[in-house]
């Protein structure tokens, strides 16, 4: 089996299955993606004004593709993610028009987070995540032909912010067109399951990861194994709020003001600073989906990320 490196030199901002493989491997073989931060254009020293001026054309800077030998339609893609580093910073940001509460925050933000060794700082009141990264963007070409934008989550996987893609995870994809043709990129050093601002803490990273094809597996989308624990902060338990009502995105919307509302008194944070956690590390759950005409959605932050 053999290591193949591929450099950040050449980020794909799209999905499109006429392109031509960076690279070819066997199954069996890994690959370890050097990746650019999502936008592909921010630095540790990259201000507000940067975040604002950004090109969104080149979003979400991928890195690939690759074509693995005999993958076909039908059968499956097996990834296992077998080592993640970041490179010492990583950023989250907001603005109109994007994220869970866009109406409630008509001013944007960006906020640059130390990185240093398995913990995220966050540079306020004492904050710090643990540094538990996972691959926003995880994506094998599309059946159909023509270019596709990176933004929304597809058949094909793609931009899927699935919290538990983390070091030690396993997953599926179905190869819709033959080598597969996958591409990574959008690397997180944490998210919130939900991603509620539009971003979790974005960084460069490097990833490795080793291929191998599931002959005639019909799986329709992405399946994953991850490993346990869930999170590093399960150490002294939760806050949570909850919000019902019979749409699921605005309970979602009320559960995450309510825990702004708590990170706001409780723990000192301005809004736009607890709006920023919550893409970071809040998880959102669906609590209930039966009991007809009302749903309860959960937001739930570990007690474990603040100061004792």
């Known amino acids: 089996m053999t290591t193949h490196y591929l450099d950040n030199s050449n980020p794909q901002p799209f999905w499109d299955n006429s392109v031509e493989p960076r690279l070819t491997i066997e199954p069996g073989d890994t690959v370890v993606f050097d990746c650019l931060e999502a936008s592909g254009q921010y630095d540790e020293h990259s201000t507000l004004e940067n975040y604002l001026n950004v090109d969104r054309s080149k979003v979400h ?64 009141n004492d904050i710090v995540l643990p540094f538990e990264p996972m691959p926003g963007c995880v994506g094998v070409a599309p059946r159909e032909a023509g270019r596709l934008n990176t933004i929304p989550p597809r058949e094909n996987g793609g931009n899927v912010d699935v919290r538990d893609l983390t070091t030690g995870s396993t997953f599926w994809l179905p190869v819709l067109v033959p080598g597969a043709l996958f591409s990574t990129g959008d690397c997180h050093a944490n998210q919130g399951q939900g991603e509620i601002c539009g971003t979790g803490i ?17 799986i329709k989308e992405l399946q994953y194994i991850r490993p346990s624990p869930m999170t590093l902060t399960d150490t002294v338990g939760y806050f949570g709020t909850t919000a019902h009502g019979p749409d699921l995105y605005v309970n979602s919307q009320n559960a995450v003001r309510q825990m ?17 956690l919550c893409g970071a590390i ?23 990320i603040f100061p004792s």
Not at 202 to 218: D, G, H, L, Q, Y
């Open 61 to 124: 800077a991928l890195n690939g593709s690759v074509y693995i030998n005999g993958a076909q339609p039908g059968d499956a893609l097996e990834v296992e993610i077998l080592d993640m580093q970041h490179k010492g910073w990583g950023w989250t940001a907001f603005r109109p028009g994007f994220g869970l509460l866009s109406d409630d925050f008509p001013d944007p933000c960006f906020h640059i987070w130390k990185l240093e060794e398995d913990r995220c700082i966050f540079g306020v």
């Open 282 to 304: 809040v998880d959102l759950k669906i609590s209930e989906i039966v009991d007809i005409p009302n749903w309860i959605v959960t937001a739930q932050v570990p007690l474990g």
């Open 260 to 276: 702004i509302d708590w990170l706001v008194a409780e723990k000192g944070l301005t809004r736009a600073q607890a709006y920023l």
């Open 202 to 218: 974005e960084c460069p990273m490097t990833v490795t990861m080793r291929f191998s094809i599931r002959k005639n597996s019909a």
